[in-house]
């Protein structure tokens, strides 16, 4: 990257990483190390042309979501409805992301579009995350 003078680095996270969950202490620790290595990297990198940002998914349709979902249903004997639609409410647009919204993000991120953007934690996640 350095010698054609162009490079993208980008680090898929969660939103968690702005916004720390409640007894995930090993993933927030390791989501605020990689957030402060991006910074760090951006920094030192950017004169080479090459950016290194952070994409923070939030709650987003897949398999880990639905496993999450799962499990709060076997905890608390809710019904699958109510757990998804508990789920879906703390997100002010008001539904899951879909896998191809992370990706478009990430291939914005990606393009020669985004080439003064850099050392940034950027959130994709309908509004969930609370701070600014």
Do not use: C, H
């Amino acid at each position: 990257m350095k010698e054609v003078g162009y490079g993208r680095i980008i680090n898929i996270t969660s939103y968690t990483a702005k916004q720390p969950l409640t007894d995930m202490i090993v993933s927030n620790t390791i989501r605020g190390a990689v957030s402060s290595w991006a910074k760090t990297m951006a920094n030192e990198l950017g004169s080479y042309g090459i950016t290194v940002n952070n994409v923070l998914p939030g709650s987003t349709a897949t398999e880990r979501l639905f496993s999450i979902a799962k499990d709060r249903i076997e905890m608390t004997g809710q019904s699958e409805e109510k757990v998804m639609d508990d789920m879906e409410k703390i997100i002010p647009l008001g539904r899951f992301g879909k896998p191809e919204e992370i990706a478009w993000a990430v291939a914005f991120i990606a393009s020669p579009a985004a080439s003064y953007i850099n050392g940034i934690n950027f959130p994709v996640d309908g509004g969930k995350t609370k701070s600014l």
